[in-house]
């Protein structure tokens, strides 16, 4: 069974581009999730998919971070426009299950530099 | 709120050396609770987790008990290899919003 899935593994970035992360989800997933990890600090969540639908979105920076999930499958998160301060770690994970003792799969991340 | 406290890295050690990284928690309700790894270059892992108090999460060699009293779930290992080089998460699920709270992570370094 193929893993969570992220495109790109980098990008490097203008301040005031705009880039478009990708996230596969495990097939069968109803449950998607966007983190960040800056500079080295902790992982912070960003939002919570349930099938198509934002379940939480209260980690979502401000309103330059756009996050769609089309059909309820893959998802893409979009920075528009980029600032230096949202350089790190974009990690996607995906669950099955609706109960807090679910195990979440993490992909492998999508490293962002912006200059 | 809801908050994952981690001792702070790097953590140097020889191999076969015993492994203790600290985690405590603080939680409403009774969160589960996690370790992960990221290995250089690799995403994160799930290494072990625990879903009630007194559970004990172990996976290649690590080990890690859920402690309510003391709010902590440090993570072990009895003798540590050079492949065990990785940075350490504790992470915490939120029973009502399901996300997860992390740590800021532990870096290890272990030496031949």
């Known amino acids: 069974e193929a893993g969570v899935t992220q495109f790109p593994s980098h990008s490097v970035i203008e301040k005031g581009q705009t880039v478009t992360l990708r996230c596969d989800p495990i097939s069968g997933h109803d449950n998607l999730y966007w983190y960040r990890r800056v500079m080295g600090k902790e992982i912070k969540f960003l939002l919570h998919f349930v099938k198509e639908s934002k379940q939480d979105e209260s980690g979502m920076p401000n309103n330059r971070f756009l996050a769609e999930r089309t059909g309820g499958t893959y998802s893409t998160l979009k920075v528009q426009p980029a600032e230096l301060e949202d350089s790190g770690v974009y990690f996607c994970?995906?669950?099955?299950?609706?109960?807090?003792?679910?195990?979440?799969?993490f992909g492998p991340g999508t490293r962002l530099l912006v200059l | 709120g809801d908050s994952v406290t981690q001792m702070e890295g790097p953590v140097t050690l020889s191999e076969e050396a015993f492994l203790t990284i600290n985690c405590t928690y603080t939680?409403?309700?009774?969160?589960?609770l996690f370790w992960y790894v990221q290995y250089p270059g690799e995403g994160l892992q799930l290494l072990l987790k625990?879903?009630?108090?007194?559970d004990k999460g172990s996976n290649k060699g690590f080990e890690a008990t859920y402690r309510k009293e003391t709010t902590s779930f440090h993570l072990e290992k009895g003798s540590v290899q050079v492949s065990d080089s990785a940075v350490y998460f504790c992470a915490l699920s939120d029973m009502g919003t399901y996300k997860y709270i992390f740590g800021t992570g532990t870096r290890l370094k272990v030496l031949a």
């Open positions: 994970a995906s669950s099955q299950g609706l109960a807090g003792q679910e195990t979440q799969y």
């Open positions: 625990a879903t009630k108090a007194d």
């Open positions: 939680a409403t309700g009774y969160p589960s």
